[in-house]
């Protein structure tokens, strides 16, 4: 993605969080990204937001600070690195509401052609309880995504 991006970006040792601070009208204020292994040890949730006191993530909070891109941009960032780290690994990851899901297919389309470079892009929906993944398409909608670190 070329959009400006968050700087530093603060990475665990095990390359599972990341921190940085969005700064916007709002103030600064410091944002997670973390990549949990799920039931599946070759799937991992990504999720991010606002770091709380006790250390979780508050994903559901507007913080309205004028800077979605950069922060989109850096969660990008994180995804590169974490899938440079573990290639073979998938990454899912949905909005904590229908509208952030809907922000996330919107940056998913706009950076299609860089993104495809780099991986392999998946559509998630959830029919009849069960996960179908399919090649991503625009304009589509999706419950999730899930893509994966191609072998360049």
């Not at 780290?85 to 389309?109: D, Q, W």
């Amino acid at each position: 993605m070329n959009y400006e991006r968050y700087e530093p970006l603060l990475i665990s040792g095990d390359a599972l969080e990341f921190k940085f601070n969005s700064i916007g009208p709002k103030g600064e204020i410091s944002i997670v990204v973390q990549f949990a292994e799920t039931d599946d040890p070759g799937i991992y949730n990504l999720a991010f937001g606002n770091l709380l006191p006790d250390g979780c993530i508050d994903d559901h909070v507007k913080n309205d600070n004028r800077d979605r891109n950069k922060i989109l941009a850096t969660v990008a960032a994180a995804i590169y690195e974490f899938s440079f780290r573990r290639p073979e690994k998938l990454i899912f990851f949905t909005g904590s509401t229908s509208a952030r899901t809907r922000l996330y297919r919107m940056a998913i389309t706009n950076n299609l052609i860089e993104l495809s470079i780099d991986f392999e892009i998946y559509g998630v929906n959830l029919i009849n309880n069960t996960f179908w993944a399919e090649t991503f398409e625009k304009a589509k909608e999706y419950y999730g995504f899930v893509i994966k670190r191609k072998n360049n």
